[in-house]
C-alpha cells in the first residue's frame, strides 16, 4: 500500500470533498474559497464552455427552505442588473441534498485584501464610492443589502467594483417602494420575493467578527447597524446599510473593522459605543472623510445621511475638493481647501507676481 | 431533492464483526484490521514509546484478542465513534500489559497476522517524530491517512479493472504527483502531457473525483457502525456538515 503524506492525504481530502454536479452542466475544477455558508468552486460550464464560480451550501436542505431561499437571492439579484452586482445564472441542488448556485466568474480581490497592497488613500475612496453607487442602485429597487461589509466586496483587476453575496438582502415594503419607478409586472415580481421573504429566510446569526453563520441575528456583528445588532428587523431599511457602509468606509481609513475588539459579537453591539475616530488612530485622514465616515455610522438612524447616494455624493465633494455635507469648515479650512483645489491658478499668479516685481527692481536699477 | 448528504451502499464491518456468520465475522475482521493495525502500531510506538518489537507484539495481541474475545461487539455507537472507543481499548490493552509483569510475549512465535510492521517503520521514518503538542490527534490523524489510503488501493484496483487507466493516471498525476509543486497542475499542462484535449482532462478527472469519492464514502461507510457516525465522520474527514 503506498504510504500517503499529510500533503497527499489534504490533496485527497479536498479532491473527495468536491461537490459531485454530474447531472448538472457544470464540472467542479478546483476549491476557491470558502466561508460560515458555503464553499465556492471554480467551475467550467459545459454547454456555454465559460467559467463559472459555483456555490455550494455546506448544509444539507432537508426541508427546501434553503433551496428557495437561494432562489429568492437569486431572483433579487435578477432584479438588480447593474455592473457592480454579480449576477446568478443557477440554482440547483446536489444529489446529497446540498443546494447550489453558479454566478459570474469575479476576478479580482477582496476588498479587504486590496487594502493591503499599494492602493492610495484616493484610490481606495474612489472604490468606495462605487460601492456606494451599486448599493444605492439596490436600494432605489427596494432591496436593502443587510450584509455589507468588505469581504462581500471584490474589486477586479480594471479597479470594477463587484457588491456580492445578496443571501440575507431584504425586500422593502410597498411604502418604501412608492418611489420605485419601477414598471407593474417587475413591482410583482418583487411582491412575491417579499412574500418568499417571510417564508423562506433561514435564520442567520452573526459570529465572530467578519463572519456570517447560522443563528438568529442576520449580518456580521463588526459592520452592521445597532438596529440590526439588536434584531430589531422592524427598523431595517437604507439607512442600516448607510451604517455598514460608514463601517466599511471606517476600514478603508483605518485597516481595521470600527468594533474590532470591543464589538465582535452581536452582544457586544447591542449596546451601543461610539467607535474609536478615525483620526485619533491616524492623523493623516482629512477631517472632511472622517465626518462622512461618523455621519454614516451614527447611533441614530435619523442622523445618519438618509441614503447610499448621500453617502456617495458627498465622497465625491470630497474627491473634488468641494465642501461635503457632514462637515462644518472653519474659515482657514475654506481658505486651505480654495487653496489646494485652486492651486494651479494660484501658482500662476503668484509666478505672475514675483516677474512683475523682478522686472519692476530690473528696470528701477 | 434527497435529504440524505451520502450515499449508504456497504454493511458497515463493526456491525458484521458481531454476526452470527463466522465467514461474515472473518471477513469483518479483516477489514477492520486492514484499517486499524497501521494507526494502532504508530500509536503504540509513539505515544505508549514502545521500541519497535514490543510495538509489533502489543499490536499483534491487541488484534488477537479482539477477535478473541470479540470487544467490538461490546462498542455502543450512542456513547462514542468507533474509532474513540479502540482506542480506548487500545489504551486499556496496553496498560495492562504493561501492568502484567509477568506477561507471555504475545505474537512473537506465533505471529497471526501479516502485517507489514517494516513498512509502518519505513513511513514513520519518512514523516518524523509528531510535534508534542499533536500527540493526541496522533491516533486520529494516523487513521484518516490509512482510511484514504485504502480507498485509494480500491480506486485503483477498481479504475484499472474497468480499464480506465488514464482516468487513474490523470488523478494520480494531478492529485498525488503534484505534491511539492507550488501549485497545482493546470489542465492545460495535463492536456499537453497526456496528449488529450483540455475538455477530456476535465471529464476524465470529473470521473475520477467521482469514482474516488463514492469508493472513499463506502470504505468510510464499512468502518462505521451507524448512518449517524459515518456522517459524523464524513463531516470530520470531509469538512462539510452533512446535517
Redesign the interface.
Known amino acids: 500500500?503506498?504510504?500517503?503524506?499529510?500533503?497527499?492525504?489534504d490533496?485527497?481530502?479536498e479532491?473527495?470533498?468536491?461537490p459531485?454536479l454530474?447531472g448538472s452542466k457544470y464540472?467542479?475544477?478546483?476549491k476557491l474559497g470558502w466561508g460560515g455558508m458555503g464553499?465556492v468552486y471554480l467551475a467550467?460550464d459545459?454547454d456555454l464552455g465559460r467559467k463559472v464560480a459555483v456555490k455550494v451550501m455546506?448544509?444539507?436542505?432537508?426541508t427546501?427552505a434553503l433551496?428557495t431561499r437561494m432562489m429568492r437571492e437569486a431572483r433579487i439579484v435578477a432584479l438588480l442588473e447593474h455592473p457592480s452586482i454579480v449576477p446568478i445564472h443557477d440554482v440547483g441542488?446536489l444529489?446529497?441534498?446540498?443546494v447550489f448556485y453558479a454566478m459570474k466568474l469575479v476576478q479580482g480581490k477582496r476588498l479587504d485584501q486590496t487594502t493591503g497592497d499599494n492602493a492610495s488613500f484616493y484610490d481606495l475612496l474612489r472604490i468606495f464610492q462605487k460601492v456606494c453607487e451599486a448599493v444605492a442602485f439596490a436600494h432605489a429597487r427596494g432591496v436593502i443589502h443587510r450584509d455589507l461589509k468588505p469581504e462581500n466586496i471584490m474589486v477586479g483587476p480594471f479597479g470594477e467594483v463587484l457588491v456580492m453575496d445578496w443571501g440575507v438582502a431584504k425586500v422593502l415594503s410597498d411604502a418604501d417602494l412608492a418611489a420605485d419607478p419601477a414598471p407593474t409586472d417587475e413591482h410583482s415580481e418583487l411582491h412575491a420575493i417579499e412574500d418568499a421573504d417571510l417564508i423562506a429566510t433561514l435564520p442567520l446569526v452573526a459570529g465572530k467578527t467578519g463572519d456570517t453563520s447560522g443563528g438568529t441575528v442576520i449580518g456580521t456583528p463588526a459592520y452592521m447597524s445597532p438596529e440590526q445588532a439588536r434584531g430589531q428587523t422592524e427598523l431595517l431599511d437604507e439607512r442600516s446599510d448607510v451604517f455598514s457602509l460608514g463601517a466599511i468606509l471606517y476600514y478603508l481609513l483605518t485597516g481595521r473593522p470600527p468594533y474590532e475588539s470591543d464589538g465582535g459579537t452581536v452582544a457586544r453591539r447591542q449596546t451601543w459605543k461610539s467607535p474609536i475616530r478615525p483620526r485619533q488612530l491616524d492623523r493623516k485622514i482629512p477631517r472632511q472623510v472622517e465626518a462622512i465616515c461618523l455621519k454614516a455610522m451614527s447611533e441614530h438612524r435619523e442622523d445618519r445621511y438618509a441614503t447610499a447616494e448621500g453617502v456617495g455624493v458627498d465622497v465625491v465633494k470630497f474627491l473634488d475638493g468641494n465642501p461635503v455635507s457632514a462637515y462644518r469648515e472653519n474659515v482657514f479650512e475654506k481658505a486651505f481647501r480654495w487653496l489646494n483645489k485652486n492651486r494651479f491658478i494660484v501658482i500662476l499668479i503668484l509666478a505672475y507676481l514675483i516677474m512683475r516685481l523682478i522686472v519692476f527692481f530690473a528696470v528701477g536699477r | 431533492m434527497g435529504s440524505d448528504r451520502f450515499p449508504v451502499t456497504k454493511l458497515s464491518a463493526i456491525v458484521a464483526s458481531s454476526s452470527d456468520d463466522q465467514e461474515e465475522r472473518t471477513r469483518a475482521f479483516e477489514v477492520l484490521v486492514a484499517a486499524y493495525w497501521m494507526p494502532v502500531y504508530k500509536y503504540v510506538r509513539i505515544k505508549w514509546n514502545k521500541p519497535g518489537e514490543d510495538a509489533r507484539d502489543l499490536t499483534q495481541g491487541f488484534f488477537a484478542e479482539a477477535i478473541e474475545k470479540n470487544f467490538f461487539a461490546r462498542f455502543d455507537p450512542s456513547k462514542a465513534k468507533f474509532r474513540t472507543f479502540l482506542r480506548t481499548c487500545l489504551d486499556g490493552f496496553v496498560a495492562n500489559e504493561n501492568k502484567a509483569a509477568s506477561r507471555i510475549k504475545r505474537g512473537g512465535d506465533a505471529t497471526i497476522l501479516s502485517l507489514d510492521f517494516d513498512g509502518a517503520e519505513e513511513q514513520m521514518r519518512i514523516a518524523g517524530p509528531p510535534a508534542l503538542g499533536a500527540l493526541d490527534d496522533y491516533f486520529d490523524k494516523e487513521w484518516a491517512r490509512s482510511v484514504f489510503s485504502l480507498a485509494l488501493e480500491s480506486f485503483r484496483a477498481q479504475m484499472i479493472a474497468a480499464q480506465k487507466q488514464t482516468h487513474l493516471r490523470l488523478f494520480e498525476r494531478y492529485v498525488l504527483d503534484a505534491e511539492d509543486e507550488p501549485t497545482k497542475t493546470s489542465y492545460k499542462s495535463l492536456s499537453a502531457e497526456f496528449n488529450l484535449p483540455t475538455t477530456d482532462v476535465t471529464n476524465y478527472l470529473a470521473l475520477a473525483r467521482r469514482e474516488f469519492r463514492r469508493i472513499f464514502l463506502e470504505k468510510l461507510r464499512e468502518l462505521t457502525a451507524t448512518d449517524e457516525e459515518f456522517r459524523r465522520e464524513a463531516r470530520a474527514l470531509l469538512g462539510v456538515d452533512p446535517q
Open positions: 500500500m503506498r504510504w500517503l503524506s499529510d500533503g497527499s492525504v490533496r485527497l481530502r479532491e473527495a470533498d468536491l459531485d454530474g464540472l467542479v475544477l478546483h464553499t467550467q459545459v455546506n448544509m444539507a436542505d432537508p427546501g433551496a441542488a444529489d446529497d441534498g446540498r
